[in-house]
């Protein structure tokens, strides 16, 4: 009672200085307008009563001016009227008035003395009275003497009285339904919770765990701090020797390889086999001459979930982009892989071209893409594109059901925006599948997303899935914050999950990463870089590097415009340092992306024209699709990497370049707006909005301390080596395979 004691004190006490504070503004307030309403009442009656007086007065009628002061003897609050002449010598007055007190005499001789209005409170008799003077004259001007108006005031502090003890009655009022109120909350929303809580702790403390009530914050769970401080203990000591076990596990072992991946995915998936959806493929089929040859398409993507699939087996659908794919799969698309060495099946879908048009380019690529990355394009929504996304995915549907058909709660791991409806499709017609989507773009905030004409449908289909995982935190809480605007459901912002329908979707980052160079370059960096600068057909002594898939949101030409904006502040680097650009073109059947890559070879050429020297350009804009071997030959050779994105989930360029890094030089210049800025922070954070900032960020590296250089790459060489994309890989998958599936939910609206 202590507690609830001190609480209702606490109110008392802050409603008793509210209602004083409040009663003697009222009664200030009140006292004033009733001053003001008496002066006016006594200057209207004397102005009126002047003219009348005067004449009266000039004609020397006593009997008319008995008459007219019995006349106004006793009217309300006017106790009566009394008529001077100029020496203040009385001449006719009520019988109530009391001329004779010295206050009254000193304040009507000072009105008559400085032929002015006077007026004030005196005390006649112990009582407080209100006294109007008002100076008469004759029509030359010459003083009369002065008509005086008596008021009795006792009814103000009546009036005022009376506030105070209604005042008095209100706050007591309000005291009783404070008391009231607060003894309700304490006994209905604190200690029924607070005794539930502490039988819980009981129970979970000898073992017996069962469901958790609904915690209550605050300085009121006195009474479980006894139960929690054990429990604490008992975990503490659980998570100890777990962590202690942990790293004795983690000293033998080695760091994440795709030997520790393929153990780990065996671990949690058992003899399960494993389905991964996605647009690209991990083998692509084209023609060369009369020749088939079999690529791998770049990207992390395939790094990372190849070696899993050859691990456990599985099926890996996704669509069949190359020109010999069709011939070399059989009638269903399907063919084993690798090649070498066949261990999983590749599910091909191949799409027409109206298809292809409406799903990938339009609603994935001129919809979703600028909706999400916020790099000011406007996203374009066609109905016929939204028509072939969701046929589109519905043949995927299709395609895995055929798959998983004779699986027993298999695992399924879609990849991407390009099949945000995929989860609820098959999750509907399977309950008992893992079904998890990985959504390796930004996730914009609710005002955003709310663009989207279907983004409930969007998000209907996304909240199919048992896990949705995100690059970042920041896009997690996103998800969560739209889910909260736009759909009926119940969010655990806890242990962030969605239950809708009885469904329950957990929501988690998983930030994706690299998988370790392999390739070797036997050259030492030196004699490389004069090598690739010769086959350029340029010299340089400092060389910066930008990898990246050509496209609006990457930052190429805020990027151009810093290099030039060094070159204009710094002319010293002119003939010294050059910028090598590799970009490889993507989406050309797009506008707005033939248009990105006009404009960088616009302002490329213009830096060139302004600034180059005989052997010597500052900007190379190097077109083409490179491969691996090429890519890392720049990295080694790069004193500085610049990935400059307008808005990205994450970019696996920066951590490439930290990756092919041999040794502990080199300097990552990374935008603040890419999720791996999140893990990468001794990298040069910059905004690549700010052409200042960057030209300075470049002239800081150039310039930056060997020591200094050092301590840099080799934090973030720890980093990336730690968390590679074997760790990613292991985590989202042990992570979908953990999750305990129920078949509660229902999927109709």
């Known amino acids: ?49 002047q003219s009348s007086v005067e004449q009266i007065f000039e004609s020397g009628s006593t009997q008319k001016l008995q008459k007219l002061v019995r006349k106004f003897e006793k009217r309300g609050n006017l106790d009566g009227v009394a008529i001077l002449d100029s020496t203040g010598r009385l001449i006719e007055s009520s019988e109530n008035v009391q001329y004779s007190s010295g206050p009254v005499r000193e304040l009507i001789s000072g009105s008559l003395m400085e032929n002015r209005t006077g007026s004030g409170f005196v005390k006649v008799d112990g009582q407080k009275k209100y006294i109007y003077s008002l100076p008469l004259s004759s029509k030359e001007k010459a003083s009369l003497g002065a008509l005086v108006l008596f008021y009795n005031t006792p009814y103000i502090d009546s009036k ?65 701090t006894a139960e929690i401080n054990n429990l604490a203990k008992s975990l503490s000591m659980a998570k100890a020797l777990g962590q202690e076990k942990a790293e004795m596990r983690e000293k033998s072992e080695s760091k994440w390889t795709p030997e520790r991946l393929k153990e780990r995915v065996l671990r949690d998936l058992g003899k399960k086999s494993l389905f991964v959806v996605s647009n690209r493929e991990p083998y692509m089929h084209r023609k060369r001459g009369s020749e088939i040859e079999c690529i791998v398409p770049a990207g992390g993507l395939v790094t990372a979930l190849d070696p899993v699939l050859r691990a456990c087996g599985g099926v890996w659908i996704a669509q069949g982009s190359g020109d010999a794919d069709a011939e070399t799969s059989d009638g269903k698309g399907r063919l084993m892989v690798p090649p070498d060495e066949p261990m999983y099946t590749l599910r091909r879908v191949f799409l027409d071209k109206k298809e292809d048009e409406g799903f990938y380019y339009g609603f994935s690529n001129e919809g979703l893409w600028p909706l999400c990355h916020i790099a000011h394009t406007r996203p374009s929504f066609r109905l016929e594109d939204w028509v072939q996304y969701q046929q589109v995915n519905e043949k995927f549907s299709q395609v895995l059901l055929e798959e998983i058909e004779d699986e027993d709660s298999p695992v399924v791991l879609i990849q991407d925006y390009h099949f945000a409806l995929l989860p609820l499709l098959i999750k509907s017609r399977r309950p008992d599948a893992r079904v998890g989507i990985f959504w390796h773009i930004p996730w914009p905030n609710p005002e955003v997303f709310g663009i989207c004409p279907w983004s409930e449908e969007i998000l209907l289909g996304l909240l199919g899935a048992d896990l949705m995982g995100f690059q970042t935190q920041f896009h997690c809480n996103n998800f969560l914050d739209t889910v909260d605007r736009y759909m009926e459901s119940k969010i655990d912002w806890e242990h962030f999950s969605v239950e809708r329908n009885g469904h329950l979707s957990h929501v988690k980052s998983y930030p994706i990463s690299v998988a370790p160079f392999r390739l070797k370059e036997t050259a030492p960096p030196a004699e490389l870089k004069q090598k690739l600068l010769k086959g350029l057909g340029i010299k340089a002594e400092l060389v910066g590097i930008g990898v990246d898939r050509i496209d609006y949101t990457k930052g190429i030409l805020e990027r151009f415009r810093a290099i030039e904006r060094l070159f204009e502040k710094y002319p010293e680097y002119l003939g010294r340092f050059t910028f090598i650009q590799l970009g490889a073109p993507s989406r050309t059947l797009l506008k707005k992306y033939r248009d990105v890559i006009s404009e960088a070879e616009e302002m490329a050429e213009k830096i060139n024209w302004r600034f180059k020297g005989r052997d010597w350009k500052p900007v190379l804009f190097l077109k083409d699709h490179h491969d691996h071997q090429r890519i890392y030959s720049f990295y080694k050779i790069a004193d500085l990497c610049m990935v400059t994105s307008l808005h990205d989930g994450m970019n696996l360029v920066a951590k490439e370049y930290v990756s092919a890094r041999e040794d502990e030089s080199g300097v990552l210049i990374l935008s603040k707006f890419t999720g791996a800025c999140r893990e990468l922070r001794d990298a040069l954070i910059v905004n690549p909005y700010d052409i200042e900032e960057m030209a300075e960020a470049v002239r800081s590296a150039l310039v930056m301390d060997g020591a200094e250089e050092a301590a840099r790459m080799r934090s973030l060489k720890e980093v990336v080596k730690e968390r590679n994309v074997f760790y990613w890989a292991a985590n989202l998958i042990s992570g979908l395979a953990r999750l305990r599936i129920t078949e509660r939910g229902a999927f109709n609206d």
Do not use: C, H
């Open 160 to 224: 005022l009285r009376q506030i105070l003890y209604e005042n008095l009655a209100r706050f007591l009022i309000l005291s009783l339904l404070i008391t009231f109120t607060t003894v309700l909350v304490v006994r209905w929303s604190i200690t029924g919770p607070i005794a539930q809580v502490s039988d819980w702790l009981k129970e979970l403390r000898i073992g017996k765990s069962k469901q958790p009530p609904r915690i209550p914050r605050g300085d009121i769970l006195g009474p479980l």
């Open 1 to 49: 009672m202590k507690i609830t004691l001190r609480i209702l004190v606490s109110l008392l006490l802050v409603s008793a200085a509210v209602s004083f504070g409040f009663s003697s503004y009222q009664v200030r307030t009140e006292r004033n307008l009733l001053l003001v309403e008496l002066e006016k009442r006594a200057n209207l009656l004397a102005e009126g009563l």
